[in-house]
């Protein structure tokens, strides 16, 4: 027994010490950030190069680089520049691509804003942009050399605001890391940011699985002063000059709030080592908004803050889709049927082998009647996606598809769960 238990303890050791010898000798504790336009409309997608900076904290995982998720509309990939050998991935998602299922992309282009980070290199490296065509099928739209002895990388510190840690358990590189951004709070009311920032974070922990996974996060409340109080809210004409321009009515949603001054938000993002970014906004209407590897975005002052947080980082940290469904929804062309979605918690069951097929009781029926019987089971539910046909999820009721959950279901705690083990472990 104790020279089995030796075996084990040298076995992990070897395990840490390779992952970090891996690390330590292609990367710096640097971040390198890509910046970056995707354009378009809803038929052509293309990138367009615009900056490259060395950051001061690396907040992401040192360990298991090559690997990802399987998540995002869009992967990057870092490779040797010589040996071509994969050093990194990571997927991502784009406000770009919900655009591109709008009316409005069907008649003019539009940019879009868009930010990547990854340990900064010590050796030239190809940094590559892809398109996911398919759950397991990649398209390539951009590639370029990054030196970093290239003298147009860009080390400028970041412009100095003031920054709490609400919430410390590990080193960083066995934590998730969360900066929380003030948006519309002026100089003034930075007591309030903080405040409304602790009560952010405890309406996060008060669901599983991130209560049972507290020990795991690092949360930095960064106060960046605005210079109007609240946010821009169009379809009421109130324009508000505020840290990162965040405003409602996006894509002509009125509860849709979001920002698209991506590189406002990670400048302020970068005095904090990073794996999520949550910004806060100082108003009480109605709204959030989340996207996978790029932002959360919620009203602090809102009644149904909790239940808005939580929901809006599910998609953000864990890229859950959404399990609600309307019929004349701006986004209703958002999937093709034809194709399996990349989020864990629905499918076209063109590969729902994939997904939580294994975890449907035999007594189940597939699809799965909206009926009370079911109401506590994991089945086959349609409905999700934006659209009421075509698309299934995973349960009756769940919080990333009504106010009214109390919790995740099974399928996306489980996802939650794989993210965090990802990044931590």
């Known amino acids: 027994m104790e020279k089995r238990l030796l075996i084990t303890v040298c076995y992990c050791f070897t395990i840490i010490y390779c992952q970090s010898q891996t690390f330590d000798s292609y990367f710096t504790h640097n971040a390198c950030r890509v910046d970056f336009h995707f354009a378009g409309n809803n038929l052509q997608t293309t990138v367009f190069l615009d900056n490259v900076r060395q950051e001061p904290f690396w907040g992401g995982r040192k360990a298991h680089l ?71 099928q990649w398209s390539e739209l951009f590639h370029c050399v990054i030196n970093p002895a290239d003298l147009l990388i860009d080390h400028r510190t970041p412009q100095p605001v003031p920054v709490k840690t609400l919430l410390r358990s590990a080193a960083t590189d066995h934590a998730v890391d969360i ?55 169009p ?43 949550y910004i806060l906004a100082n108003t009480s209407v109605y709204g959030g908004g989340g996207v996978y590897n790029l932002y959360a975005l919620t009203a602090a002052g809102n009644q149904l803050a909790k239940q808005v947080t939580v929901h809006e980082f599910g998609h953000s940290f864990a890229g859950l889709a959404d399990e609600y469904f309307y019929d004349h929804d701006a986004l209703n062309d958002m999937y093709d049927l034809h194709l399996e979605p990349w989020e864990p918690n629905i499918t076209t069951r063109v590969a729902f082998d994939k997904k939580w097929k294994n975890q449907i009781q035999p007594e189940i029926p597939i699809p799965t009647p909206p009926t009370e019987s079911y109401y506590t089971t994991v089945g086959l539910f349609e409905g999700g996606g934006y659209m009421s046909k ?24 489980q996802a939650i769960e794989k993210v965090i083990r990802f990044l931590t472990e």
């Open 390 to 413: 075509g698309i299934f999820r995973p349960s009756f009721n769940c919080r990333m598809r009504t106010n009214t959950a109390p919790a995740f279901c099974p399928v996306c705690r």
């Open 66 to 136: 090559r690997m990802g998720l399987n998540l995002g509309d869009y992967r990057f990939l870092v490779l040797d520049s010589v040996s071509r050998d994969t050093l990194y991935a990571n997927g991502f998602s784009s406000l770009f691509r919900e655009w591109q299922a709008t009316p409005e992309a069907k008649t003019v282009s539009k940019s879009f804003e868009q930010v990547v980070q990854f340990p900064f290199p010590k050796r030239p490296v190809i940094f590559i942009v892809e398109k996911r065509l398919a759950l397991e």
């Open 235 to 277: 379809q009421d004409s109130v324009w508000k000059n505020s840290a990162v321009g965040s405003q409602f009515y996006t894509f002509y949603e009125p509860r849709y709030l979001t920002t698209l001054n991506i590189r406002k938000i990670y400048d302020l993002a970068a005095l904090v080592p990073y794996d999520a970014i």
């Open 179 to 233: 900066a929380v951004i003030a948006e519309g709070y002026t100089a003034a009311q930075r007591r309030k940011f903080y405040a409304d920032a602790q009560q952010l974070i405890n309406h996060i922990f008060s669901y599983e699985p991130f209560a049972a996974c507290k020990n795991r996060f690092n949360v930095y409340a960064i106060a960046a002063p605005s210079d109007d109080s609240g946010v821009t809210i």
